[in-house]
């Protein structure tokens, strides 16, 4: 072939699949515009993702028609390379493209079979879809972001109130010694404060060690549990703040009523599976002195409120009983007070006399009130204008998602009085936030792919192939994170994202060559039989190309390769199932489209001359819509089942 051969091929191969390249592009643009606009912290995750691969699919549409036709037109095979004899490498390579040729018109055959098992493909994709859907419902979890190894443990202690600096030291060290005992344990860092502390515990790069980050965590947090005197918890995924992972938030009123509320709430949780580590998110509760006062019987013995409290505030507060000189010369107030050990015990208050008036006569206290020990939150918090106490578990056997939905139903079958509410905090909080908004860009982006598509093809039915395509990706999504054990997260849904754009792609393809004869005037099936011939090389090529990239990211190599890895694999199971399905199920449904379109406009032209266009357009879009919302189809079937019995009852009559 001569240079100006080549170079008219290469410009006919790129006239050929500009339409097809220009709508994927666009397809995939559309897909991530509305991801790199979302609002909140979804939007500080996603932004820099979604504008990256918007800037990098443009720059690669402008190479696909620039840089690589030049390429292709001066850089090719030498003159003569398709006929000569071909040896080695060349030889094995001219075989394979024999056998996918062949492998090729085979398949041309295969759409013959699918456009003639219209109802078989219709069922291979609603199998496929509801079966997505239940996996992921019976036994897929989710999650925030995915579980990371990075070889980091902590170990949260938390002190009662009253505790001391060195009580909190010797707690902390306690759970660092337990800590130095597991095999995997390299270092261990320790910080303290008056309410407890944190221990870091290093447990080195994965490579070194045959158990996994939980499966360590696991371990330790069985042998804590034979400490006492503080509350111990362990972290074992340090990504988001080191938080616990399902975190349920109360609010109401009173604080009190909060704490009885969490503490019924903690014991209920605690039998949760999965749940594990239950605690206040606030420091323990700490003790408190309640005196309920009696106001009747004070007020008949004359005795007021306020003298109550200054009794109380004599025997806590203290009253200045004088000053005194120290040895320096320097005068100081003295006052007089409860000892410390008196004022903790609810015996001794109750004996404290209440002056009655100006009589000069006094009672005890327990006479006129009544004096008991209670527990009270150490730290008073507010959320919205409202007093709020949290609850928060780690996870463990069980995703975050699964476990933070059993502990919101546990919740919501409480009884809560009135003003009484609960909400999710933290990561639970995050999750929920980042889903909703992932969801509605999702659809945004559909939406506006369709749009794009519309454009491209200049049909507003021949997209709808292309839409019903993109949920056939879905079972692949859940059998791959399933298969490696991963959850629905941030990075899974990113991929889930991609995948609607790279989806798309194979159907593009496919119906573009099948358009592009039908205007030819080839008849509909035969043009798609040919177009899947032509078609299925570029088809595999670019999944192929796709899978072969994300591999070493599915695989997760290197510190914190965890961490990507369910966008790769949700991109990799959804390209498998999608390709596979695409390639059966687009010839069927685009034909299927085309001829129900061509009926309903033989439809319209029956109404239109018979009783005028406003009737119609009214009973045709009456008729659009039942089959959109599935009303039609459910018709269908229930006359399909009404004639078949009362075909057996005439039958049997």
């Not at 570029?538 to 369910?566: D, K, N, S």
């Not at 879009?621 to 039942?626: D, N, Q, R, V």
């Amino acid at each position: 072939m001569c240079s100006a051969d080549r170079v008219t091929a290469a410009l006919q191969g790129t006239a050929e699949i500009g339409l097809a390249v220009a709508a994927t592009t666009f397809s995939i643009v559309a897909v991530f515009i509305p991801v790199a606009f979302m609002p909140g912290i979804s939007g500080e995750w996603f932004r820099p993702f979604g504008l990256t691969v918007v800037a990098s699919v443009l720059v690669s549409l402008v190479i696909s028609f620039t840089l690589d036709p030049m390429l292709s037109a001066y850089w090719g095979d030498p003159p003569g390379h398709e006929h000569a004899p071909k040896k080695g490498l060349t030889r094995l390579l001219q075989r394979f493209n024999d056998w996918f040729d062949h492998q090729a018109d085979r398949y041309g055959r295969v759409i013959e079979w699918a456009l003639h098992h219209r109802r078989w493909m219709t069922m291979f994709a609603l199998v496929s879809f509801v079966g997505a859907i239940a996996l992921q419902g019976k036994f897929g979890g989710t999650s925030f972001l995915p579980v990371s190894d990075y070889g980091v443990l902590a170990i949260d202690v938390r002190t009662p109130p009253s505790s001391s600096l060195e009580y909190a030291r010797r707690k902390v060290e306690a759970a660092a010694a337990l800590a130095r005992e597991l095999p995997e344990t390299q270092a261990t860092n320790a910080q303290v404060n008056v309410n407890g502390g944190r221990v870091y515990v290093d447990i080195g790069d994965r490579k070194s060690r045959k158990r996994l980050t939980v499966e360590v965590a696991k371990d330790l947090r069985s042998k804590i549990e034979v400490l006492v005197g503080a509350e111990y918890s362990v972290l074992d995924d340090l990504a988001g703040g080191a938080q616990k992972p399902v975190q349920v938030r109360f609010t109401g009123p009173d604080s009190r009523k909060l704490l009885q509320l969490t503490e019924d709430y903690m014991d209920r949780l605690r039998q949760v599976p999965g749940a594990v580590d239950v605690s206040l998110s606030l420091q323990s509760p700490q003790n408190e002195l309640q005196i309920e006062l009696d106001r009747g019987l004070a007020a008949a013995l004359g005795i007021s409120t306020g003298d109550v409290t200054s009794t109380l505030r004599v025997a806590f507060a203290g009253v200045e009983a004088g000053d005194w000189v120290d040895p320096s010369g320097e005068a100081r107030d003295v006052a007089v007070r409860l000892m410390p050990a008196d004022r903790l015990d609810a015996s001794h208050i109750e004996r404290l006399p209440v002056p009655i008036g100006n009589t000069g006569q006094t009672v005890p206290l327990a006479q006129i009130a009544t004096v008991t020990m209670g527990k009270a939150p150490s730290r008073i918090e507010h959320i919205d204008g409202k007093r709020s106490v949290g609850v928060a578990a780690n996870v463990q056997g069980r995703s975050p998602g699964e476990v933070t939905a059993d502990a919101v139903k546990l919740a919501k079958s409480m009884n809560f009085p009135p003003g009484y509410d609960i909400d999710l905090a933290g990561a639970s909080k995050d999750q929920q936030e980042v889903f909703k908004q992932m969801g509605i860009a999702l659809v945004s982006g559909v939406a506006l792919m369709y749009l794009i598509l519309v454009m491209q093809f200049g049909s507003f039915t021949a997209p709808l192939a292309v839409m019903l395509s993109l949920p056939l990706s879905l079972i692949g999504v859940v059998v791959a994170l399933l298969l490696t054990g991963s959850t629905l997260n941030l990075m899974s849904l990113i991929g889930v994202i991609m995948l609607m754009g790279l989806v798309a792609k194979n159907a593009i393809l496919l119906l573009d060559a099948a358009r592009v004869l039908e205007a030819e005037g080839v008849d509909r099936e035969e043009a798609l039989m040919t177009a899947g011939r032509k078609r299925l090389r570029p088809i595999l090529m670019t999944t192929f190309a796709l899978i072969a990239g994300m591999l070493p990211v599915a695989i997760g190599m290197g510190q914190g390769g965890e961490f990507y890895r369910p966008l790769a694999v949700a991109i990799i199971g959804g390209t498998i199932t999608s390709t596979i399905l695409t390639l059966l199920v687009i010839p069927s449904f685009y034909d299927s489209i085309e001829l129900m379109r061509d009926h309903l406009f033989e439809k319209f032209n029956r109404r239109n001359q018979a009783r005028g266009t406003p009737w119609a357009v009214v009973v045709t879009g009456l008729e659009i819509l039942a089959t959109l919302v599935l009303l039609r189809m459910v018709w269908r079937m229930a006359m399909g089942l009404w004639r078949r019995l009362k075909g057996r009852a005439l039958t049997a009559a």
